[in-house]
């Protein structure tokens, strides 16, 4: 039975204060959503919950619709809640949608910690953490690589080093469900009010950590294929209580992650390091004379497969020809809605490491 407490799930003082100078409206955060409909979790139970016209309506970026740990203000007293604000948000988990024209879909809201997953058989792919990494940088959430299924591993250590090469600054922590190895670490994230996504390919193991984190089989699971490829089992995002406080939000695999927005300099920490050494402060490094990534490729400091992961993601996201300044804004912008957004994220921020510590 899940409880009720909005502290468990996460609420923090300034979201409690803004509920409480609505007395009109409720409190509430949303722990799934399908077709537009929501479960929600406020201080009297479940509920379902839905757009009001106005809401919908007056809505041009859909990115700022309720997502999967958003919290809304509700109103109505009966079964059915009707959404009437989306509290500011402290990060986005988001990606761009397959389609005509691409469009914004939220992944998350609200994520303290990511974990990104990634199985060690013929899943492991460094640029596809690249783009995991640059995603949840981003976000403004804090990732944390987790190497599922190390008991498939053709080359373990060979296989932490590569991914150690390019999670620069990020704990790593391998697991393997068949050998019940790695899942302690993994708890020491865990916390009261700590929310901590799961993201990664389809088949690499999400469920399994999950439900043995939570100590339930709450999410199905299923076997590998023939092909070494773990079949699909989530279907929809999903916020689940853990027993001791500290919320986890599974996610559909994705078989193609579109990057909307990515955090490409923080990502690629080692080539900005290299770049100050360029002759030319805006240098591509594609043929300016004296510039210092490509000479680290030729004296083999650099790996080019890197240096190229990081010229198709600055190209996808936009950011050639943009300042940091400008960058920055655009970051704002999307998680945010601006810097008084920000601003108000980074006071949550600082009242959620308050209580942990304290």
């Known amino acids: 039975m899940q409880s009720h407490n909005l502290h468990l799930w996460g609420a923090t003082e300034r979201q409690l204060t803004e509920s409480a100078s609505q007395p009109h409206l409720h409190l509430a955060r949303v722990i799934t959503q399908e077709r537009g409909q929501y479960t929600v979790v406020t201080e009297s139970g479940e509920r379902t919950a839905m757009l009001s016209g106005k809401f919908l309506y007056a809505t041009e970026d859909i990115s700022t619709l309720p997502a999967v740990g958003d919290w809304i203000l509700l109103a109505g007293d009966d079964d059915m809640g009707v959404v009437q604000q989306v509290l500011p948000r402290t990060s986005l988990i988001a990606r761009k949608a397959v389609g005509m024209p691409p469009r914004p879909q939220v992944i998350a809201a609200n994520v303290d910690i990511v974990f990104i997953c990634m199985a060690m058989n ?9 783009r995991y990494l640059a995603v949840v940088w981003e976000s403004n959430a804090k990732p944390v690589v987790v190497l599922t299924k190390a008991d498939l591993a053709p080359d373990l250590e060979h296989q932490i080093e590569r991914a150690e090469s390019v999670a620069i600054g990020v704990d790593i922590v391998t697991t393997s469900a068949t050998e019940h190895t790695g899942f302690e670490r993994l708890r020491q994230y865990l916390g009261t009010g700590v929310t901590i996504a799961f993201i990664g390919s389809s088949g690499v193991g999400k469920s399994t950590l999950v439900n043995t984190l939570v100590g339930s089989e709450v999410l199905k699971t299923s076997h590998l294929r023939n092909d070494d490829q773990g079949r699909h089992t989530t279907t929809h995002r999903e916020a689940i209580l853990l027993p001791g406080g500290g ?20 990502t690629f920490a080692d080539i900005e ?3 100050v050494s360029c002759r030319f402060n805006d240098c591509t ?18 790996d080019h497969r890197r240096l190229e992961s990081y010229r198709k993601l600055s190209n996808e996201v936009g950011y050639a020809g943009k300042s940091s300044r400008q960058i920055g804004e655009q970051k704002l912008n999307r998680i945010f809605g601006g810097r008084s ?18």
């Open 341 to 358: 957004g920000a601003k108000a994220a980074r006071k949550q921020f600082k009242e959620k490491e308050r209580l942990r510590s304290g």
């Open 247 to 266: 919320v986890l939000i599974d996610t559909p695999g994705m078989r193609e992650l579109g990057i909307e927005s990515a955090d490409v300099d923080r």
């Open 122 to 130: 013929a899943n492991f792919n460094l640029s596809r953490l690249e």
């Open 273 to 275: 390091e290299l770049a």
């Open 285 to 302: 490094h594609h043929s300016e004379p004296g510039c210092a990534v490509r000479a680290a490729v030729e004296t083999g400091d650099l």
